[in-house]
């Protein structure tokens, strides 16, 4: 995780990919740091409007307020 400011707070291994849920300091994760776990290389940014709650069969599952009311938004990784 190339990052100076996020703190790792999960690490999620599914289907040959490493995902690391990540926060500014101490906060909430908010952001989705990936990457292959076979192969060597640079990983990706996924950055959401809320709490990450947690990555399945390649899908980003978070919460946020939406119109004062908290909801659940999920997408697929790569299309976040």
Do not use: R
């Amino acid at each position: 995780m190339p990052s100076t400011t996020e703190y790792a707070h999960q690490t999620i291994v599914s289907g040959g990919k490493v995902y690391v849920l990540t926060g500014n300091g101490p906060n909430e994760p908010s952001n989705v740091w990936l990457t292959d776990a076979s192969t060597p290389g640079t990983p990706s940014e996924v950055k959401t409007n809320g709490i990450d709650g947690c990555v399945m069969n390649g899908q980003l599952f978070w919460t946020a307020q939406n119109q004062g009311v908290n909801a659940i938004f999920s997408c697929a990784i790569g299309n976040c």
